[in-house]
């Protein structure tokens, strides 16, 4: 049971989920101003060793909703890689490097970042409205060239879909999580603790009082992240419905199938269980040929968890075999088996009857374009687009500030 | 209330709370929290009102531009908030106050030139990074994305690589 996110920027909700914005943007911004961060000369002193509020509320913030994230998934609230994949963008390794190196050097020169600029404008920082006007300068800028082929090619560079540190470790999808929860929890306490040494050396060098600090209250804080990432890794033990065994499996039609192979074929694995030589004779595109039989010796509980997992049978597999079961990401069988594709993707659809709705017109043009892509063969043209009808449904962006 | 402009919140305890902000958004919305893709719809809408052919032609812009209505996307609403409680906590702290913050000698002017270029910098580097220190190391981290971690070492990087070279405007 997943009861988390509550998805309310989707549909009916929509409005509310928006109200609901504007209150949590509040959070962000008043507890932003109270930790200081409206204050460019507050936020340099990180870079010059006499004030560690910046990593101390950034990684006492990651820390929190991280531990939050695995205990709710733990516990069978949440699907933490689902949330993930929505709310993140893919990784561009290194796009991000370079651009994250670009972003700290304005940084530094501002003394903001772009949301604690708004925070600084808000409570009047001359500065902090300059940086805001450079930061929307920048964004556009970029934006206006980010098309063109040279800077397009640099930008989308190294794109290794959704992965994740749990990933990267090689770690089964139950305990990855809370492990690397629990690494990162005590990481950054080490990382407090050796901050304040150093902010300790610096402000005695420069002669100015230390950082004003209280012993009892950063206790109470680690005390309270040892106390949670016992109970991350506590729900490790709590059998839930993303156990490998009790694993929720996909059911996917031929056209969603097809959508997935055609847009993103780097977030899938399609592998095709039938015997090797009706699977050589034809097959989904980019899928790999592993007999049922032969499937064990994929490693696949091992294997890398970032792609979902598609398989595609003859009719008759029905229950997921174990071998895939034991799959640490997501998995998914393809409804109908191959069967189903070949008389969904190669096999041109019937041209619709004259007067047919929208609808049916769309479906057709979509089935005649995956049937042409899949087979080489060009079906008859559509008829004429009716005019007058709204745009397709609405693509959700992504998460995150990149909009 | 007490008002002390030099009292701020323990930062353990507002990196709790900032956490607990970032976990209600991750649960109740969905999305983690941003800033800098509110930043293009501001801009994307001033330029659409100017000129809506060249943003309707260009295809970045366009996205964000939506068909003429560049707000109708929730970190607008979110950024709308960030600036109310911004105020909010300012005004509570004593600390709403028309002025101009940098180190005890470097001039004014000058520091606003420089909060506008570095504001620049980082506008374009977000867009190439797909998010800022919020969207990306905040909500990403919290995720566990691994380039929004490669991307929140790079930023340190990038600050301590060129602290030395602007220490005047701050020490």
Not at chain 1, 107 to 134: E, H, N, Q, R
Not at chain 1, 340 to 364: K, Q, R
Not at chain 2, 118 to 124: F, K
Not at chain 2, 146 to 163: D, I, K, L, R
Request: hydrophobic share 50%.
């Amino acid at each position: 049971m997943n009861l988390f996110p509550f998805w309310s920027l989707s549909g009916e909700a929509r409005e509310l989920g928006l109200v609901l914005g504007v209150l949590i943007g509040f959070g962000f911004g008043f507890v932003l101003e109270r930790a200081g961060f409206g204050r460019a000369t507050k936020l340099a002193g990180q870079f010059y060793g006499t004030d560690m509020t910046v990593l101390k509320v950034m990684f006492g913030a990651i820390v929190t909703a991280m531990l939050g994230t695995v205990v709710l998934s733990g516990l069978g609230l949440m699907d933490l890689r689902a949330v993930a994949d929505y709310a993140t963008s893919s990784t561009f390794l290194w796009p991000m490097i370079v651009g994250g190196f670009a972003l700290g050097v304005g940084f530094i020169v501002s003394g903001y970042c772009p949301g604690t600029s708004m925070v600084a404008m808000a409570s009047g920082k001359w500065d902090g409205l300059m940086a805001v006007v450079g930061v929307i300068i920048g964004q556009v800028g970029w934006t206006a060239i980010e098309h063109l082929p040279a800077i397009s090619r640099l930008q989308n560079a190294s794109d290794l879909g959704h992965v994740y540190l749990y990933d990267l470790l090689g770690l089964p999808a139950k305990v990855g999580p809370a492990v690397v929860a629990v690494a990162v929890a005590a990481m950054a306490i080490g990382a407090f603790l050796g901050a304040q040494k150093i902010s300790d050396l610096v402000r005695r060098k420069d002669a100015l009082p230390a950082e004003a600090s209280s012993p009892s209250t950063r206790r109470l804080v680690f005390a309270g992240f040892v106390a949670f990432a016992l109970v991350g890794l506590a729900t490790m033990a709590v059998p839930t419905g993303t156990s490998a065994s009790q694993k929720p499996v996909g059911s996917l039609t031929p056209i969603q199938l097809a959508g997935r192979v055609l847009d993103q074929p780097w977030k899938v694995r399609v592998v095709d269980v039938r015997p090797m030589a009706e699977c050589a004779a034809s097959r989904v595109p980019g899928s790999e040929c592993v007999p049922l039989e032969d499937l064990g010796k994929l490693g696949l509980a091992d294997a890398n968890a970032s792609r979902e997992l598609i398989l595609v049978g003859g009719p008759g597999l029905a229950a997921l075999p174990p071998a895939a079961a034991a799959y640490p990401g997501r998995v998914a069988m393809l409804a109908g088996g191959f069967p189903a594709w070949a008389s969904f993707a190669l096999t041109p659809p019937e041209p619709p009857a004259p007067g047919a709705g929208p609808d049916v017109l769309e479906t057709y043009r979509l089935r005649a374009g995956i049937a042409a892509a899949m087979t080489g063969v060009k079906a008859a043209p559509p008829p004429p687009v009716p005019t007058g009808q709204g745009g397709g449904p609405k693509k959700k962006g992504g998460g995150g500030c990149g909009g | 209330m007490e008002r002390n402009p030099d009292k701020f919140w323990n930062p353990y305890l507002a990196g709790v709370a900032l956490g607990l902000v970032l976990l209600a958004s991750i649960a109740i919305m969905g999305v983690g929290l941003g800033a800098s893709g509110a930043s293009l719809r501001m801009g994307v809408a001033a330029v659409g009102a100017v000129a809506p052919g060249f943003v309707e032609g260009t295809p970045g812009l366009a996205r964000a531009w939506n068909h003429g209505r560049p707000f109708d996307f929730w970190l607008s609403f979110e950024v709308l908030g960030v600036l109310l409680g911004g105020f909010v906590g300012a005004y509570t702290s004593g600390r709403l106050k028309a002025e101009t913050l940098s180190g005890p000698n470097f001039p004014k002017g000058k520091r606003l030139l420089f909060a506008l270029v570095g504001g620049v910098i980082m506008g374009a580097a977000a867009r190439v990074t797909r998010g800022c220190t919020s969207g990306q190391a905040l909500s990403g981290g919290a995720l566990m994305s691994v380039g929004s971690w490669a991307f929140m070492f790079s930023v340190f990087a990038g600050g301590y690589a060129t602290a030395w070279f602007v220490r005047k405007e701050w020490r």
